[in-house]
């Protein structure tokens, strides 16, 4: 019985005539239709805030920051790294200090985040040199007097490696008294994170001319600590470092609690985005109710004739809700398999569209004699990264599948209550 009701409803599925198969063909398109943007936007927002996060973590906040409540010695923070990075969970540290400036070339000027950071820290650490790419010049900090800029602020102020820039600074008094100070620099970097709003005011100086320069109320000084596994719980983590230091001196934060605005931000909008996709989708799934019901009228009279057989209205419901959920599932495999293809080569697809857009309003300036305004970029880097890697969760595709599945089989329940309706006496006398 269960191998001939599987017969039947594939049979019905693949349609004898081609008019039986118009209906399930649209639902089944319909389907594929929605589910590709529905993969496309879960994983590629997910790509996106894992590489927004990623930056900011690698190259920003760091994994863990330690904050003192008073001012230390260089010998007790050289003391303090070397105790961190004894322990296990801790794989490096570094001491930064950081403040605000204005940067002045010509008569231009901008303002500007200046990081004071170790003279070593490209070469000692892979994830900030991974994020940290330096586009015309080198990360050199060997001097007091160089410095390291971002691409927006080179472009600003128009600098390339080996122009001077000035920085203005300022000290606070005891008595208040504000005192500017106007410091000389060489470039001998430009660098890009690939997200603007990362490094659109960053610039990088050597930590002992940071401390000498930066000494108003809003510079700080802070030990910036990556670990083994950032993503994993960090009050363990925490924990240790607090009895490593002890208590009252330090303030201790997680690139959770620094982000945690900014990242609920991100998944806020994810979870929006996909709801509307998934919104879309249960709608293209409603659709097999409508192709069901179509179904069922257009096989009135094989119905009676099976019921005038002795086969029950459960039997022959059942094989209209198979039917259905070959139709939901051929489509969400279709959708599926499109959509991941799509995220997997996402990349390459908008650079291929970027030069085809370019391209067709290069050809239209050209005939139309207008001036060009520049490169079109469909991912605009001042919101968007520029690349980034995007993963497939199977799990999630699994997920979709089966939830797609059963949807489609529950939309079939109520049109197949139109079999029990069906009378075979009235179905014979007719035909």
């Known amino acids: 019985m269960r191998s001939l009701l599987l017969d039947m409803s594939y049979r019905l599925f693949k349609g004898p005539r081609k008019r039986e198969t118009r209906p399930i ?20 927002s997910d790509g996106m805030i894992r590489g927004i996060t990623e930056r900011y973590i690698e190259t920003g906040t760091f994994h863990i920051q330690l904050r003192p409540y008073e001012e230390m010695e260089p010998e007790e923070w050289s003391r303090i790294s070397r105790e961190l990075e004894n322990l296990d969970s801790v794989s490096s540290t570094v001491q930064e200090h950081s403040g605000t400036g204005m940067a002045y070339s010509g008569e231009k000027q901008t303002a500007l985040t200046i990081r004071a950071v170790e003279r070593d820290l490209y070469e000692t650490d892979p994830g900030f040199r991974r994020y940290v790419e330096m ?12 410095i390291v800029i971002g691409r927006e602020t080179a472009s600003a102020l128009n600098l390339k490696p080996g122009d001077t820039m000035r920085v203005l600074t300022g000290k606070t008094l005891s008595t208040g008294k504000y005192i500017p100070k106007v410091s000389r620099f060489t470039v001998t970097g430009v660098f890009s994170t690939g997200y603007q709003d990362l490094d ?25 600590l990556k670990v083994v596994d950032p993503y994993s719980d960090m009050n363990p983590v925490i ?25 609920s ?16 989708v249960l709608v293209a799934v409603m659709n097999i109710s409508s192709s069901m019901i179509m179904l069922v009228m257009e096989n009135e009279q094989e119905i009676g004739i099976l019921k005038s057989m002795g086969m029950n209205n459960r039997f022959l419901s059942f094989q209209y809700v198979l039917t259905a959920g070959l139709a939901g599932g051929s489509g969400s495999l279709m959708g599926i398999t499109a959509g991941s293809l799509i995220v997997l080569n996402f990349n390459r697809i908008i650079s291929s569209l970027n030069g085809l857009v370019n391209f067709i309003l290069g050809l239209w300036n050209t005939m139309t004699g207008r001036i060009s305004t520049g490169a079109v970029s469909l991912l605009n880097s001042e919101y968007y990264l520029e690349d980034f890697t995007i993963t497939l969760d199977v799990d999630i595709l699994i997920l979709i599948f089966f939830s797609t599945l059963i949807l489609s089989m529950a939309a079939a329940l109520l049109p197949v209550r139109n079999i029990g309706k069906i009378s075979p006496l009235d179905i014979l006398r007719k035909h």
């Open 135 to 146: 586009v015309d010049g080198v990360f050199d900090l060997s001097d007091d007097n160089k």
């Open 265 to 280: 931000n991100y998944e806020t909008t994810k979870l929006l985005l996909v709801l509307i996709m998934a919104l879309i």
């Open 239 to 263: 924990s240790e470092i607090r009895g490593k230091l002890g208590a009252g001196r330090w303030g201790i934060y997680s690139w959770h609690s620094l982000n945690r605005s900014q990242q």
């Open 200 to 224: 659109r005011m960053w610039v990088f100086i050597s930590l002992p001319k940071g401390l000498r320069i930066l000494q108003d109320s809003e510079s700080r000084t802070m030990m910036a």
């Open 25 to 44: 063909i649209g639902s089944i398109t319909g389907i594929a239709l929605s589910m590709i943007p529905l993969v496309v936007v879960i994983f590629l």
